[in-house]
């Protein structure tokens, strides 16, 4: 095994029914640029009525037919807000637990420590995070909160932190693939290429999510010498 393969985030995803959630964080080929991307699957119709809304730097999911909300707490919240030289992305409201810790003083770590997995017996999804640092070199950490059994008797919590390099990124999502229940995700963060070219990246992993699954995709690439950004969206539902 070559502990150091990178992979094709379309190849990583193509042909599976459902990953889920997802994060990809690292830097473009050229090494110019931050990137970042998340998506969201759902299966059931209230996980598929939502749209991804831009509201300056953060991102909001909001319901597409309000009229047809059965349970609001685990689909709505904010997964992209930025703080001082911090850019954070999450798969539910931890992203303001991390937000609000930052805040004061706090790292990531202790943020999470408050948090757990969902309690959507018998799946216990997993929290997935991560949170950019931009100082002199680019940082980032990732984290994956799950259940330590199938009972969700405990929470385990991993963190992974990384210096960026160039043309490389890592993949955190909630599912291995369908089921019943979901298999959660496993193992380290996979290790996937990036390209200097936004909309390559959006359209890679976009068009080999599955279709019936899919609902939105956010991407976002800033420059790290200007702090220009430059942003690609897709929803399913328009």
Same mark, same amino acid.
């Given at each position: ?45 209230? &996980? ?5 809304? %831009? $509201? =300056?730097? /953060?991102?909001?999911?909001?319901? !597409? ?77 990732? &984290? ?5 059994? %199938? $009972? =969700?008797? /405990?929470?385990?919590?991993?963190? !992974? ?78």
């Amino acid at each position: 095994m070559n502990v150091y393969q990178t992979y094709d985030m379309g190849e990583l995803i193509k042909g599976n029914p459902y990953v889920g959630r997802g994060i990809v964080i690292g830097k473009t080929q050229d090494g110019t640029k931050a990137a970042v991307a998340y998506f969201i699957m759902g299966r059931s119709e209230n &996980s598929r009525n939502r749209v991804f809304v %831009e $509201n =300056g730097d /953060e991102v909001i999911i909001h319901p !597409f037919d309000a009229s047809k909300v059965e349970d609001p707490s685990l689909i709505i919240y904010s997964p992209i807000r930025k703080i001082d030289n911090k850019l954070i992305v999450t798969n539910g409201d931890q992203t303001d637990t991390v937000y609000d810790f930052v805040a004061d003083g706090k790292s990531f770590e202790e943020a999470l420590e408050t948090r757990c997995f969902e309690p959507d017996a018998p799946n216990f999804t997993p929290r997935i995070s991560g949170m950019l640092t931009f100082s002199d070199k680019l940082t980032y950490k990732m &984290s994956i909160l799950k259940s330590a059994d %199938e $009972n =969700g008797s /405990e929470c385990n919590r991993y963190t !992974f932190s990384y210096n960026a390099l160039d043309g490389i990124g890592h993949f955190i999502h909630t599912y291995v693939t369908d089921g019943n229940p979901i298999p959660t995700f496993m193992g380290e963060p996979e290790r996937v290429s990036i390209p200097n070219d936004i909309d390559e990246f959006k359209n890679n992993i976009w068009n080999n999510l599955n279709e019936q699954n899919k609902i939105s995709i956010y991407v976002r690439y800033i420059d790290l010498k200007t702090g220009e950004v430059e942003n690609r969206m897709i929803n399913k539902n328009s």
